[in-house]
């Protein structure tokens, strides 16, 4: 069983910063891909940074400059480092990672559990 476990999310003033971790665990053969996508209330959940194992990152082109995507292949662990946050950044936000399990070998997508980031004006 593989499971993606977020911390770190919560409120915070507009320019202020907060860091997102993830760690994935389980029987785990590797992980490719990592990322974080987020959600806000009537919107559809979009893509806001991901990172390969190498570590070559993408982001949205609404937090570039803004936002690290990070990651320690060592502890299985993917983190996002947000700063001057603004109240659009608002949203639920999940970790993503594609997982290939140790016993069956499948290969697919696993999601965390969500952490809200609530920025106020």
């Known amino acids: 069983q593989v499971q993606l476990a977020e911390s770190g999310g919560g409120l915070v003033q507009a320019g202020g910063s907060l860091r997102l971790s993830c760690a994935a665990s389980?029987?785990?053969?590797?992980?490719?891909?990592m990322g974080w996508y987020r959600q806000a209330p009537g919107n559809q959940r979009e893509l806001v940074a991901s990172?390969?194992?190498?570590?070559?990152?993408n982001y949205a082109e609404s937090v570039k400059g803004r936002f690290t995507i990070s990651r320690y292949n060592a502890k299985n662990t993917v983190y996002l480092q947000m700063n001057s946050l603004k109240p659009e950044d608002t949203a639920v936000y999940y970790c993503?990672?594609?997982?290939?399990?140790?016993?069956?070998?499948?290969?697919?997508?696993?999601w965390g559990q969500g952490s809200q980031v609530t920025v106020s004006s």
């Open positions: 389980g029987s785990i053969k590797s992980i490719n891909s």
């Open positions: 993503n990672a594609y997982i290939v399990e140790a016993t069956t070998f499948i290969q697919r997508f696993y």
């Open positions: 990172i390969t194992t190498g570590g070559r990152t």
